[in-house]
């Protein structure tokens, strides 16, 4: 899973040779010591590889070789923070991000001075030195991300918030730029809504690996029940989940689909899944697909209903963004007359984690009326617990060639609601705004959530890094 690899920085520590070396020391010593007090790994030129002995990047030489240590680690680094003790050297900083040519985010940090050390032997000028170095990056049209503040000393607490904020933003962009969605099945075709074009994900780095249902259910069918990896799954799923008495000859049934769809996924590197699950699956298997999908969700795989790849994709960056699971939810009914709440629901996909009491598998509602409970085994009921969301959607938008996007936090509240499924009743202020929004720019009725707030680390990854159309809510 790309959002569990343990990140790795390529490290820039810029300096100009008449300003005092040992600050470049200092700071070299103290942010290596971040990084890896935070968990995470680093490339960074030996000290003595440059005349200051710190590793800083003084001359356009200098650049050249941190530019080729970070090539030869190119499969590792994931950013590259660049760090000023002092004004810096911006020619040989932006040489090495240049020639290195990794297409990472990158992060530029500068130090602050002392009111009572501005002396030659002691100020930085790091102030001024940031601006010059974030121009030459605008110049050569290198994105970057910013630190909380302009500057502040390298033992300040922020450090460490802004290379955490930094690694979230690493993993959204890295992650969608190297993206595999599985399609399992054809979009339902009373879901016009969810159509999206594998181009323009394409065009982003986003891969869309289709295979037909029907395979997923040649290879279900064909699993033996003492396969051992079967055995396993039926106990996942009673742990998973209580399944009433008089469903329980149809966990085996479910296990077999879930089996299935995980052996193609891993076979397929696949990162989030859309999956048909109305209603060619109940019809023509006899179970629903919403126990599978909570289940991967649980375990850090998106997994989104009615192929809807552009929600897949949605719940991924979400799931980058947080390290924790996503759900894929309809924006489905008002709340009374509070034009602030909303009712989001789906027929009972959410991962576990978003549940307030332990869950119970049960039929599909709708379905379950027009083609029969005992073929709509598999969803998942449960109300979701309170606090905090971050809520995201893109679309590819074919008429203007681009992916566009919103982007927005709210509450789910303990308000109670009497409908079958898996129930978040929401409060977004205002909601009446972005409903309008969402319905003047043709999105889909789908949108993904996560737990927490990471709007600003989506925010950031989409509007520095990935150039997709915006709109953020407040």
């Known amino acids: 899973m790309k959002n569990k690899k343990k990140l790795c920085f390529g490290v820039i520590i810029g300096t100009r040779a008449y300003f005092n070396s040992a600050l470049a020391k200092d700071v070299r010593k103290q942010l290596l010591k971040t990084i890896e007090e935070q968990g995470y790994d680093y490339v960074i030129l030996p000290e003595d590889a440059t005349p200051t002995g710190s590793s800083s990047i003084e001359t356009r030489e200098d650049g050249i070789k941190c530019a080729e240590l970070f090539r030869q680690n190119r499969d590792?680094?994931?950013?590259?923070?660049?760090?000023?003790?002092?004004?810096?050297?911006?020619?040989?900083?932006?040489?090495?991000?240049?020639?290195?040519?990794?297409?990472?985010?990158?992060?530029?940090?500068?130090?602050?001075?002392?009111?009572?050390?501005?002396?030659?032997?002691?100020?930085?000028?790091?102030?001024?030195?940031?601006?010059?170095?974030?121009?030459?990056?605008?110049?050569?049209?290198?994105?970057?991300?910013?630190?909380?503040?302009?500057?502040?000393?390298?033992?300040?607490?922020?450090?460490?918030?802004?290379?955490?904020?930094?690694?979230?933003?690493?993993?959204?962009?890295?992650?969608?730029?190297?993206?595999?969605?599985?399609?399992?099945?054809?979009?339902?075709?009373g879901f016009q809504t969810v159509r999206a074009s594998e181009k323009i994900l394409q065009a982003t780095g986003i891969t869309v690996v289709p295979v037909d249902l029907s395979e997923i259910l040649g290879v279900a069918r064909?699993?033996?029940?003492?396969?051992?990896?079967?055995?396993?799954?039926?106990?996942?799923?009673?742990?998973?989940?209580?399944?009433?008495?008089?469903?329980?000859?149809?966990?085996?049934?479910?296990?077999?689909?879930?089996?299935?769809?995980?052996?193609?996924?891993?076979?397929?590197?696949?990162?989030?899944?859309?999956?048909?699950?109305?209603d060619s699956l109940e019809q023509n298997y006899g179970c629903a697909a919403c126990v599978t999908m909570s289940m991967l969700g649980e375990k850090l795989i998106p997994a989104a209903c009615e192929v809807d790849i552009a929600g897949a994709v949605s719940m991924y960056a979400l799931t980058l963004a947080s390290g924790r699971q996503s759900a894929l939810l309809d924006w489905n009914n008002n709340f009374a007359e509070d034009r602030n709440k909303c009712v989001c629901t789906h027929c009972g996909n959410f991962p576990k984690s978003f549940i307030m009491n332990d869950i119970e598998l049960g039929t599909l509602g709708v379905l379950g009326r027009t083609l029969g409970k005992v073929h709509t085994f598999g969803a998942v009921y449960g109300k979701v617990k309170s606090g905090d969301f971050t809520f995201f959607r893109i679309s590819t938008d074919d008429t203007k060639g681009c992916i566009k996007s919103y982007l927005g936090e709210?509450?789910?509240?303990?308000?109670?609601?009497?409908?079958?499924?898996?129930?978040?009743?929401?409060?977004?202020?205002?909601?009446?705004?972005?409903?309008?929004?969402?319905?003047?720019?043709?999105?889909?009725?789908?949108?993904?959530?996560?737990?927490?707030?990471?709007?600003?680390?989506?925010?950031?990854?989409?509007?520095?890094?990935?150039?997709?159309?915006?709109?953020?809510?407040?």
Not at 237 to 249: C, E, F, I, L, N
Request: contains cysteine.
């Open 76 to 189: 590792k680094i994931d950013g590259i923070i660049v760090s000023l003790p002092n004004f810096g050297f911006e020619i040989g900083i932006i040489n090495a991000i240049s020639i290195a040519d990794l297409n990472v985010p990158v992060l530029v940090q500068a130090c602050d001075d002392e009111n009572d050390k501005v002396d030659l032997d002691s100020r930085r000028d790091a102030f001024c030195g940031k601006i010059s170095v974030c121009n030459n990056l605008y110049q050569y049209g290198i994105p970057f991300t910013d630190t909380t503040l302009h500057t502040y000393s390298i033992y300040s607490d922020l450090l460490a918030k802004d290379i955490n904020r930094f690694a979230s933003v690493c993993r959204v962009v890295n992650g969608l730029r190297h993206a595999r969605i599985g399609a399992i099945g054809t979009r339902p075709a």
């Open 222 to 278: 064909k699993i033996e029940d003492a396969d051992a990896e079967l055995i396993q799954k039926v106990e996942e799923m009673k742990k998973y989940a209580k399944v009433p008495q008089q469903y329980s000859d149809k966990l085996m049934l479910q296990a077999k689909f879930g089996v299935a769809v995980e052996r193609w996924m891993n076979a397929n590197a696949i990162d989030a899944v859309a999956i048909q699950c109305w």
């Open 410 to 474: 709210g509450s789910i509240t303990d308000d109670p609601y009497g409908m079958d499924g898996c129930i978040a009743v929401t409060k977004v202020d205002n909601l009446q705004t972005l409903m309008k929004y969402i319905c003047k720019n043709g999105f889909e009725h789908h949108v993904a959530m996560c737990r927490g707030n990471v709007k600003d680390i989506l925010q950031e990854a989409i509007e520095s890094y990935l150039g997709w159309n915006l709109y953020v809510h407040e």
